[in-house]
């Protein structure tokens, strides 16, 4: 995109100035003739050299930009042309600023999908590879209407995930807070009145106490060691061991493990359908199903699968050694490989998974509100007990 400052005459003879961001100077020649202006002069803005780094974008608003281009090729409007008028109308200000560079590459003579590849942080390998496969099949308008079924799909299972942590996320962060304010402010303000009191404490009061005193004492300790920890942390698992050790431990994990693995299964399944029913090649297939199973476990399964295919093998046999998938997929796996449906299986799969996920996210649900509540009573309720023993013990004294 550039600036174009302009000068142009009306049918009245009066003189119009403006400014355009348009891509060239003859989109300006352009804009002026639609409006019935005769232009004079055009003379392009210099603009300080600012590099713009692409952000990533919301599968939202690359389905709605997939399913409209999908439906404009369809109605027989050139690609240059369809992409302008989606890049005008886009909301999203860096989608709209790509998709006029996309428009610009393809121009200049370059592919669609050479052109998407240069915003990695935009566009996956997935939607690159199978823009490929759509260019050189003629099928493009096909390929877009799938990749937009298939980010529909992935967007309403990560929502599903989202929205069944958000509520034990919440009630433990509330239950840390309260706890926290516990001890810190009431236990000390019941510790000076059993000081004046006098005498000795029972056993859960001392230790209640104690855990008050050394948090105070030592907060500030205890909280940068806390976040130390937490940087360091982040910064293991940001590496490749890290990252693998880590995405293990949470598929081993209890309840939250088998989530995970239905997860990884359906994400393994849907995309390796939506790539093998728009003809991409099964090697280059499984590549992208593996960096994009977003879990490091699968990935490095996949790519075991991919050396033994390159071997003459199967799909499901390598998958099944694994231990990383569940029998009845592998299975199914094979006989849609015997039976060359294997697009139909895998859709199969992930659409059986895609239902276990969210019968799991629900049962996860209902399951953790109860031990939440019963956390929150043993740990709070143990609090206000200890801090009362000693009240109940005074009570009982007196009473005699």
Partial sequence: MSTYRYIAKDKNGSTVAGILDVLSEADVIDALHKKDLIVVSI????????????????????????RQLATMIDAGIPLVQALGILAEQI??????????????????????????????????ELFINMSRAGEASGMLNEVLDRLASYMEKMASLIRKIRAGMVYP???VMMATLITGVLLLKVVP????????????????????????????????IVL????????????Y???????????????????????FRKVGVAKFSRTLATLVRSGVAILPALEIVG??????????????????????ETIAAPLAESGVFP????????????????????????????????????????????????????????IVIALFLPIFKITELVAR
């Avoid at 698992?237 to 989530?259: A, C, E």
């Avoid at 699968?298 to 003459?312: F, K, L, P, Q, S």
């Fill in 43 to 66: 003379q392009a803005e210099k603009k300080k050299f600012k590099i713009m780094r692409d952000r990533k974008i919301k599968l939202d608003d690359l389905v709605i930009f997939s």
């Fill in 91 to 124: 909301e999203n200000k860096n989608l709209r600023r790509v998709i006029f560079a996309v428009r610009q590459d393809i121009e200049t003579g370059m592919s669609f999908c050479d052109a998407l590849s240069k915003h990695p942080a935009v566009f996956s």
């Fill in 169 to 171: 996320t919440v009630v």
């Fill in 189 to 220: 303000t019941f510790k000076g009145i059993f000081e004046v009191l006098g005498g000795s404490l029972p056993l859960p009061t001392l230790i209640l106490i104690g855990i008050s005193d050394i948090l105070r004492k030592y907060f500030l």
């Fill in 224 to 235: 940068v060691i806390l976040i130390l920890s937490g940087v360091l942390l982040g910064r």
């Fill in 237 to 259: 698992i940001r590496t490749k061991k890290g990252r693998y050790n880590f995405d293990k431990g949470t598929l081993k994990v209890p309840v939250l493990g088998s989530l």
């Fill in 291 to 312: 960096k994009t199973s977003g879990n490091k476990v699968i990935e490095e399964a996949v790519d075991n699968c991919r050396t033994a295919i390159r071997e003459g």
């Fill in 327 to 382: 029998p009845m997929v592998t299975r199914m796996i094979a006989v849609g490989e015997q039976t060359g449906q294997l697009e139909k299986m895998l859709g199969k799969i992930a659409d059986f998974y895609d239902e276990q996920v969210d019968a799991a996210v629900t049962g996860l649900t209902s399951m953790i509100e109860p031990l939440v509540i019963a956390f929150l009573g043993i740990v709070i309720g143990g």
